[in-house]
């Protein structure tokens, strides 16, 4: 439909299923960040603070409480050493949070909590379930697990990450963040904009004889929608990366607060959009105490003008620059040490960009804080990564580092 054309039917919702959205915002104020320079992140993304003892949301218990009574764990399954549990939660507005929480199978003990941030990668039909056993994530669907396999084997080496990592000794937890899988939009009737790329995208694909599948029609619509919904953060005094961080700081203050997890060695990690992310949620709150970011470095000047097209709204919110260039986020954690990786051949980012992101980071930062790694290859996050990864999350979670950290003035 041509949105210049009259027509009688009514108008669709440009936020399907997120009609509260709105009021959700003027009930809860700015995100209260622990420290000057954390706050003035929340204040360019436009973070809302996350609900805290509300009837409509996350009771938030402190991060040494037992289980939060208003999380929901809906199953729970041990394959292969880990357990899996399928946790949800309600934020206040729009649907309910999906998320998995994995941790190997009898462990005993507290262990460090690490929350496994997904990627963007386009696909926003699915969230989190693409860092989990795909048969676990939907054992009704076949079609499901298929898609979930798949994008594992391009972007994560065939490895169900959150899984994995479970199995290496950490408790995870990986949920479904703002506009992807359970958090999606209802764009079943899109807006006229959406719509109009929709039946474009279907043309193309009724010329190749390609019969797209609900996953396929919903990634379309999500993937020009996101517009959309940039343009509706912006009115509404937030951002797409603001909501999406958002959502971040509530699960981790869930994960705080969950059954055998050490709320005192807490990290946070993530491909491409997930490593974002990571930087972003360090920066903004100080229960994490270690990071990895891959395949999620660059400084802006490197983007201009090639790469522009290469990124979505996650990465590029409007006014962010004012606080420094990209890698100088990383300064605004109090985390005691955190990692970068770097893929030499990256289709999203110039080498130039990441050696110069590196080398600002280089120099920022003491030595020992800071560590960066350059991987052959291009945008994936490889096994070899992964191990690279885990092995510095268990060092640097571990109760000795956290005794040395906290003997070299960090808190």
């Known amino acids: 439909m041509n949105p210049g054309t009259k027509d009688t039917a009514p108008r669709p919702s440009a936020v399907g299923g997120y009609e509260d959205w709105p009021s959700y915002l003027r009930s809860h104020p700015r995100h209260v960040a622990e420290t000057p320079t954390g706050q003035e992140l929340a204040d360019a993304l436009g973070v809302p603070s996350a609900p805290a003892n509300s009837g409509a949301g996350i009771e938030l218990a402190a991060p040494d409480s037992a289980v939060l009574q208003s999380v929901a764990f809906e199953s729970e399954e041990t394959h ?18 999906r998320a998995w929480f994995l941790r190997p199978a009898g462990a005993s003990g507290p262990l460090p909590g690490v929350l496994a941030l997904h990627c963007h990668a386009g696909i926003k039909s699915g969230g989190a379930e693409r860092l989990v056993d795909a048969q676990l994530v939907n054992p009704h669907s076949a079609n ?3 898609h979930t396999s798949a994008l594992q084997r391009k972007l994560y080496g065939g490895r169900p990450f959150a899984t994995w ?11 479904d963040a703002f506009s992807w ?4 939009f209802d764009l079943g009737t899109p807006p006229w904009r959406t719509a109009a790329v929709v039946e474009g995208r279907k043309a193309l694909w009724r ?22 919904v940039a343009k509706a953060a912006g009115l509404l005094g937030t951002s797409f990366a603001g909501m999406v961080a958002h ?30 992310r990571s930087l972003i949620l360090a920066a903004l709150s100080p229960l994490v105490r270690s990071f990895v970011v891959t395949c999620m470095m660059t400084t802006y000047r490197s983007l201009v003008p090639s790469y522009l097209d290469a990124h979505s709204w996650l990465f590029q919110t409007p ?20 990692l970068v990786q770097y893929a030499l051949a990256d289709e999203l980012f110039p080498a130039d960009g990441m050696r110069d992101a590196d080398a600002l980071l280089g ?43 906290r003997q070299n003035g960090h808190s």
């Not at 959502?247 to 974002?276: K, Q, T």
């Open 165 to 175: 990592l479970a199995s290496r000794g950490f408790a995870v937890l990986a949920h």
């Open 319 to 338: 006014g962010l620059s004012r606080l420094g260039d990209y890698p100088e986020l990383a300064a605004r954690s109090t985390a005691d040490r955190f």
């Open 247 to 276: 959502d971040d700081l509530a699960a981790l203050r869930v994960l705080a607060g969950l059954p055998g997890v050490d709320a005192g060695r807490l990290g946070s990690i993530g491909f491409s959009g997930g490593g974002g």
């Open 363 to 405: 120099a920022q930062h003491a030595s020992g804080r800071y560590t960066g790694s350059f991987w052959p290859g291009g945008h994936a996050f490889t096994t070899d990564m992964q191990d690279e990864a885990a092995g510095f999350l268990l060092d640097s979670l571990s109760p000795a580092h956290r005794v040395f950290a």
């Open 207 to 228: 010329e190749a004889g390609v019969v797209p599948s609900e996953a396929d029609l919903y990634d379309a619509a999500a993937a020009a929608h996101e517009d959309t």
């Open 80 to 97: 292969d050493g880990v357990t899996t549990s399928r946790v949800s939660w309600q934020l206040g507005f729009g649907p309910r949070t």
């Open 181 to 184: 899988g359970s958090r999606r």
């Open 144 to 146: 499901r697990g298929l």
